[in-house]
């Protein structure tokens, strides 16, 4: 899949993508992308996307989607509503803060639109433990509303949704 317009290259995870130097300064990502996601697209957890550059030099990042359901309530009756979660997203050190993040957001949404076209899918979920990507209103800035927080193991877990 290229985008001229956008001057990149989008791609499932492939093994020939571990050619590829990658560091986003923090190692839990790196190592997922190196080793974990190819058990996870394996056992059909997750869909891996990689963004190269146009000359496939470089290897800008990867976000991750998979389906999620979580419980609402809506007209007094609790349902499980179908989603889309935007489950991990990291980006070359040196090409942070140039807008490769909000391109990837973008592209998440893009392809959920096209999940809900075929199947339910009410919206983009995003649950992350960085509170400081949620005082930056980071997500909240690009059309995510704040859901919930919550407590698991003790760390705070926010969530927050894009809906379609
Ligand atoms: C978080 C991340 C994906 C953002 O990508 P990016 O390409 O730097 O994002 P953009 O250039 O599109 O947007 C930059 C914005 O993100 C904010 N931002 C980036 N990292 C941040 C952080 N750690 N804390 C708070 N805000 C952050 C910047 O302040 C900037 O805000 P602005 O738009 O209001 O000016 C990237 O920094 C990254 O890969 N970090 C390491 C992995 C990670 O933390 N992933 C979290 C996903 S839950």
Redesign the pocket.
């Known amino acids: 899949m290229r985008n001229e317009e956008t001057g990149y290259i989008l791609e499932k995870l492939h093994i020939r993508h571990t050619q590829y130097d990658f560091d986003?300064?923090?190692e839990e990502?790196n190592e997922y992308i190196r080793e974990r996601a190819f058990d996870e697209i394996d056992i059909k957890n997750t869909q891996v996307y990689v963004f190269l550059t146009k000359n496939r030099d470089t290897l800008i990042?990867y976000f991750t989607l998979s389906n999620k359901s979580i419980r609402a309530e809506i007209r007094d009756t609790i349902y499980d509503q179908p989603l889309c979660l935007l489950g991990?997203?990291?980006?070359q050190k040196h090409?942070?803060?140039?807008?490769?993040?909000?391109?990837?957001i973008h592209k998440a949404i893009d392809i959920c639109y096209q999940i809900s076209d075929m199947a339910g899918c009410k919206g983009l979920l995003?649950e992350?433990y960085?509170l400081?990507?949620i005082?930056?209103?980071?997500y909240q800035?690009r059309g995510f509303q704040q859901i919930d927080e919550h407590k698991i193991h003790g760390r705070t877990r926010y969530r927050l949704l894009y809906p379609l």
């Open positions: 986003c300064g923090m990502y990042g991990r997203m990291a980006i090409l942070q803060g140039k807008g490769w993040g909000t391109k990837f995003v992350t960085f400081d990507l005082e930056s209103n980071f800035n």
